[in-house]
């Protein structure tokens, strides 16, 4: 276990998260998952270094440090991309460390169904690379399979420290687009029509409950949604060009019910109506269809397409930079704004990853 | 027997935090143990290593791809391709590298030769600090049945020397013993060491050759620990107490949520329902009170000590400055004498040989009127 000096409960610890981070950073921009453009950056890096100069009895409280945090950034609420990178940092730290025997990666009881989840999200889209790198580790016995993250011993913080996850590496929240997406309002207007009929037919038509009713509650729901993605993008930065005149007015455009209601039964919600039930159940499936040598589907809640590892090993390796920036996949709600059959076909794609 | 005292048994036994990176909700320690197994493949946990072909041709049979982009697969994610340095040099790993962009090596060069500037020598108990442990590593042991099962769960628990308020430090002293899912608590209890159990008891002037088979625990056997609403009793002879029943009937008397006993003897750490992170409490000697606190529990790993024999394994003992004999500054004080005038103090430590030369004749007749009491260092088992 880990045994500091009074005061110092974890020196370095500043530091190694700038390391750590700013790899990471670099490795984000590649805007890649593949462990081949990791190794390059980690390389230019001199990151095996970081274990350099480390005297004898600190070689295994330093590597336990480092892999600790390490193991944080291979986690949810990290973006798919983060979290690869977040898996081979983990493993090229765990083969270089210079303890000997070696510091295992601790993982926690709690968190092995999250690594399951992305090692099946990463073999579904073929990110060979990374699902090999994962097994890799099991074969390594690099594990330990603990109860908690890090050791307990009923420390305090003196000082509170602030939200330590790297705010750029965290994945947007998008449960508001997810709960309230086009089945949902579909079966929120119908449940509301329903409502409304029911109320009228055990009520006066003069009587004023029937008031009570909230009668642009779907519209309004959907507008603040909007909204709240609207505000999400803006907080970002994202050039929001093309949909401004759309999505700005959004709200006065939506409290038209009868433009809502064409608006859901268009395609541009998603998946048709018979493609609800499977989803519900939240299945991902392969699709045997997929081509192999396009871009592949991103998994996870990755708003990325990266060329799979199979696809590029028939390519024979030829990277390029472009060839790794695939099309920008697109987040579902911008889809209830717009028409896009190509941006429908890539909903489908996202929407074949649920998230949770 | 699970215990299921004050606190609600959770009906998951996977460990959540109750209070983030601080201590966990309960939770059966077996119950943990079968959700991981549950989880994993046995190659997962086993000892034996598996076969790199048989783990490529697993790989490469799942994901449906040829031996060829095995080979590429192999290849780009080798160890070669972390190398930050020419094939043929070897750049030396114990220094921190020339000119270094890494934040923590600036960080590292800076304090080594902040160092080095102060001729601070290194400390004694840094470069001691984890040997307990690496002496054991993937020890083995030479009959086959004492090796520890694959699958089986490792606690980490260490025990705090009772609270002395006028030495409060950020590092409270402690033991960290690992103990095995099948440890009963009396076999923990028993690995457990406090001074208080080895005090000799009494005044010995007149025969200072008796004295220290004289020893506490073999007079107050009675003990209990406390986990999760439960008080667990060492009833292993027959002059033990249930020394526990004052305070539950005191709880009881006073409206506080009830607690239950149980034997120590008969409870395995697999039994228990329990909070990691989480201080509990040992009591022995009536009185000596120690804070438990279990920091780890895991899967055995094939580096592990794997002699049960070793078990429980002390992994980390604290080392308290030792009270030197005030006449010869170099032994340990063994001996607390008062009403003594040969000493320079009342009460004064003596050394056993400067007790011995002082006090007694070469006949070993007592010389003047002084009494004598035998004294155990908190020191003496470093
Ligand atoms: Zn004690
Ligand atoms: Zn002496």
């Known amino acids: 276990m880990i045994r500091s000096k009074r005061g110092e409960t974890d020196p370095y610890r500043k530091q190694l998260k700038s390391d750590c981070e700013s790899l990471l950073g670099r490795f984000q921009k590649t805007e890649s998952v593949r462990f081949q453009v990791f190794s390059e950056i980690w390389r230019e890096s001199n990151f095996t270094h970081i274990f350099y100069g480390a005297v004898k009895h600190e070689k295994r409280a330093f590597s336990r440090r480092v892999l600790d945090l390490a193991y944080s950034y291979f986690l949810p609420p990290l973006t798919f991309q983060i979290r690869v990178g977040g898996l081979y940092l983990l493993y090229s730290l765990y083969r270089s460390q210079t303890a000997s025997p070696p510091e295992q990666i601790r993982v926690a009881l709690k968190d092995w169904d999250e690594v399951k989840k992305f090692e099946k999200d990463a073999a579904d889209a073929q990110h060979l690379d990374a699902v090999y790198i994962l097994r890799q580790l099991r074969f390594l016995k690099a594990f330990h399979f603990t109860a908690m993250p890090t050791l307990l011993a009923y420390k305090k913080k003196r000082k509170t420290e602030k939200s330590d996850l790297s705010e750029e590496f965290v994945e947007r929240a998008s449960r508001p687009q997810e709960l309230i997406n086009g089945d949902l309002l579909e079966e929120l207007s119908n449940i509301h029509e329903l409502y409304e009929k029911m109320k009228t037919s055990v009520s006066l038509p003069s009587e004023k409950s029937v008031n009570m009713i909230h009668r642009s509650f779907v519209p309004q729901l959907r507008g603040s949604v909007l909204d709240f993605h609207k505000w999400q993008q803006n907080k970002d930065e994202t050039d929001q060009d093309e949909d401004c005149g759309e999505g700005t007015s959004s709200q006065q455009e939506c409290s038209n019910r009868a433009g809502l209601i064409a608006s859901i039964k268009s395609k541009a919600y998603g998946e048709a109506a018979e493609a609800s039930k499977s989803r519900r159940h939240r299945q991902v499936e392969v699709d045997p269809t997929s081509n192999e040598s396009g871009p592949s589907n991103a998994p996870g809640r990755s708003r990325k397409t990266k060329p799979s590892f199979k696809a590029r090993t028939k390519e024979k390796y030829l990277f390029s930079g472009d060839q790794l920036k695939a099309s920008s996949s697109t987040t579902m709600i911008s889809h209830l704004t717009s028409l896009d059959p190509v941006a429908a076909e890539k909903v489908k794609y996202f929407k074949r990853f649920p998230s949770k | ?382």
């Open chain 2, 1 to 382: 027997m699970a215990a299921s005292g004050g606190s609600t048994t959770s009906n998951t036994n996977i460990p959540e935090y109750e209070y983030s990176d601080v201590n966990t909700k309960p939770f059966h320690i077996g119950g943990f143990r079968s959700e991981w197994l549950s989880r994993l493949t046995p190659d997962d946990y086993s000892y034996q290593p598996e076969e790199e072909d048989t783990f490529d041709a697993n790989f490469a049979k799942e994901h449906g791809v040829s031996a060829e982009t095995m080979a590429e697969l192999k290849s780009v994610c080798s160890i070669d391709s972390l190398r930050c340095h020419p094939e043929d040099e070897q750049p030396d790993p114990e220094v921190v590298p020339p000119n270094p962009t890494l934040q923590t090596l600036i960080e590292r060069k800076k304090k080594q030769d902040y160092k080095a500037s102060r001729k601070i020598t290194k400390n004694r108990h840094d470069l001691y600090a984890n040997e307990l442990e690496r002496l054991t590593y993937g020890m083995k042991p030479e009959a086959v049945d004492d090796i520890l099962p694959e699958g089986e769960v490792i606690l980490t628990v260490n025990v705090y020397y009772p609270a002395s308020y006028d030495k409060f430090n950020y590092v409270r002293p402690h033991m960290t013993l690992l103990m095995t899912g099948s440890h009963s608590l009396a076999e923990f209890r028993d690995a457990i060491c406090c001074v208080s159990d080895l005090q000799v008891c009494g005044e010995f002037s007149n025969t200072p050759n008796i004295a220290p088979d004289f020893i506490s625990k073999d007079h107050y056997k009675s003990a209990f620990f406390y986990f999760e609403g439960v008080f667990y009793n060492d009833m292993r002879y027959p002059e033990c107490q249930d020394i526990s029943m004052t305070t539950i009937e005191w709880a009881k008397s006073h409206n506080f949520p009830s607690y239950s006993q149980a034997k120590m003897e008969d409870t395995r750490f697999m039994d228990l329902n329990v909070k990691v992170g989480f201080p509990y409490l040992y009591c022995h000697q009536g009185d000596c009170e120690h804070l438990v606190i279990i920091t780890d529990v895991r899967l055995t790993h094939k580096n592990d000590c794997l002699d049960k024999e070793l078990y429980p394994l002390l992994t980390h003992k604290h080392r308290v400055a030792t009270q030197k004999c005030s006449v010869c500054h170099i032994f340990i004080g063994r001996w607390f004498t008062t009403n003594d005038e040969f000493a320079p103090s009342h009460p004064c430590l003596f050394c056993d040989k400067c007790f011995r030369t002082l006090h007694y004749n070469e006949d070993g007749y007592k010389l003047g009127d002084f009494l004598a009491y035998p004294y155990v260092d908190r020191g003496a088992f470093n």
